[in-house]
T-cell receptor, first 120, second 110 residues
Framework: GAVVSQHPSRVICKSGTSVKIECRSLDFQATTMFWYRQFPKQSLMLMATSNEGSKATYEQGVEKDKFLINHASLTLSTLTVTSAHPEDSSFYIC????????????????FGAGTRLSVL | KQEVTQIPAALSVPEGENLVLNCSFTDSAIYNLQWFRQDPGKGLTSLLLIQSSQREQTSGRLNASLDKSSGRSTLYIAASQPGDSATYLCAVRGTDKLIFGTGTRLQVFP
């Protein structure tokens, strides 16, 4: 199946620094990538949808200036947490959408392994 | 707005039991429904994908059913094993988003 690589898997940083998380589709082109956030023992919450070559669409309540998303190529999307604070500590997961094959009724999303961000 | 709820929130059973995990969604206009497994601190593993036109999908000891009109899906796990311990998430796909349920934390003890 399709592989989505997310890096780094874990990052610890000081408050006020910026952190960049990369999400790559290794063996397919992803016109659309998604970024999710997951707090402990909670479900995944969609943060934003990014389409290659255009601005990301953010969900309600997500600060676009805090969470910068870039989708410059069909295989790479990045999420930058700017001026991170302890409340930004969370598990971030990216996902890439594969367009439907002939005969398939809908597309499929593949997920990265996630990045655990801890802000001290 | 689509809302996805999973019941129970947590489940602890002895190995060998057959289990049913429930997922309900408020908007029946979906393209597909997917069940995932998530181990602690890890990403998601896709278990089963059911297209909106399908009623069920099976993979090994897992069987997922979909009743789109009533907004429900169930994941059936046969002969549970300790290795099945994880959080199980269902997610429904609308026009452009995958919305996740609240999850069921499963523990299977020897």
């Amino acid at each position: 199946g399709a592989v989505v690589s997310q890096h780094p898997s874990r990052v610890i940083c000081k408050s006020g620094t910026s952190v960049k998380i990369e999400c790559r589709s290794l063996d397919f082109q992803a016109t659309t990538m998604f970024w999710y956030r997951q707090f402990p023992k909670q479900s995944l919450m969609l943060m934003a949808t990014s389409n290659e070559g255009s601005k990301a669409t953010y969900e309600q309540g997500v600060e676009k200036d805090k969470f910068l998303i870039n989708h410059a190529s069909l295989t790479l999307s990045t999420l930058t947490v700017t001026s991170a604070h302890p409340e930004d500590s969370s598990f971030y997961i990216c996902s890439a959408r594969v367009l439907p094959q002939t005969g398939s009724s809908s597309d499929i999303q593949y997920f990265g392994a996630g990045t655990r961000l801890s802000v001290l | 707005k689509q809302e996805v709820t999973q019941i129970p929130a947590a489940l602890s059973v002895p190995e060998g039991e057959n289990l049913v995990l429930n997922c309900s969604f408020t908007d029946s206009a979906i393209y597909n429904l997917q069940w995932f497994r998530q181990d602690p601190g890890k990403g998601l593993t896709s278990l089963l994908l059911i297209q909106s036109s399908q009623r069920e999908q099976t993979s090994g000891r897992l069987n997922a059913s979909l009743d789109k009109s009533s907004g429900r899906s169930t994941l059936y796990i046969a002969a549970s094993q300790p290795g099945d311990s994880a959080t199980y998430l269902c997610a429904v796909r609308g026009t452009d988003k995958l919305i996740f349920g609240t999850g069921t934390r499963l523990q299977v003890f020897p």
